[in-house]
């Protein structure tokens, strides 16, 4: 599986179903792949980019520490998989001399990698099946109507009015 570095590019909301939306953007490509997520992931992802903390650990945060306390070191997260309109992920920790991937949420997955600072992978088939392509790349016949809509809302997005960015 070929692996695609993103990073966070910024979190927004839909206007129309009002969700926060995760955008994950290509490091050496123009590609951006949007996911969908909770308010509470959002908070947790938006938080940290913000290096906001609490007096008392966070889920997230309380993870992490967990990880420390037993020795595990996060290398990397990566979104591996769109399954009827779910994505999935997985966070690879070493421990030890070996490497361990645990099932996650792509949110959880970003939200502990930015508390680690690893790094953020998505798989070529992931990006290219929901990622919105470059506009000269679209053509009307061939592309669903959602993946249009969402290309149109990206066009017309003024990057002033994302709430958060890195």
Same mark, same amino acid.
């Given at each position: ?6 990073? *966070?590019? %910024? ?7 009002? /969700? ?7 490091? =050496?490509?123009?590609?951006? !792949? ?7 992931? +959002? ?15 966070? $889920? ?5 520490? !967990?990880?420390? +306390? *037993?020795?595990?070191? *996060?290398?990397? @997260?990566?979104?591996?998989?769109? &399954?009827?309109?779910?994505?999935? %992920?997985?966070?690879?920790?070493? @421990? ?12 959880? %997955?970003?939200?502990? +990698?930015?508390?680690?600072? %690893?790094?953020?992978? @998505? ?6 099946? +929901?990622?919105? =392509?470059?506009? $000269? $790349? ?6 669903? #109507?959602?993946? &249009?809509?969402?290309?149109? !809302? ?5 990057? =002033? /009015?994302?709430?958060? #960015?890195?």
């Amino acid at each position: 599986m070929e692996l695609l570095p993103v990073k *966070v590019h %910024a979190i927004t909301m839909d206007p129309d179903s009002n /969700s926060p939306v995760l955008i994950l953007k290509e490091v =050496q490509g123009d590609r951006s !792949l949007p996911i969908w997520i909770g308010l509470l992931e +959002a908070t947790a992802i938006a938080t940290e980019m913000e290096k906001i903390s609490f007096v008392r650990p966070m $889920t997230h945060d309380l993870t992490v520490n !967990l990880l420390k +306390a *037993v020795g595990a070191k *996060v290398t990397k @997260v990566a979104v591996t998989e769109l &399954k009827d309109n779910t994505f999935y %992920a997985v966070i690879t920790l070493r @421990v030890g001399d070996r490497e361990v991937e645990v099932d996650s949420r792509p949110s959880d %997955a970003i939200a502990i +990698a930015l508390r680690t600072d %690893a790094e953020i992978f @998505v798989s070529e088939e992931v990006m290219s099946s +929901a990622g919105p =392509q470059e506009p $000269t $790349t679209i053509y009307e016949e061939d592309v669903p #109507k959602e993946k &249009k809509k969402w290309a149109e !809302l990206l066009e017309e997005l003024d990057p =002033q /009015s994302l709430k958060y #960015k890195m």
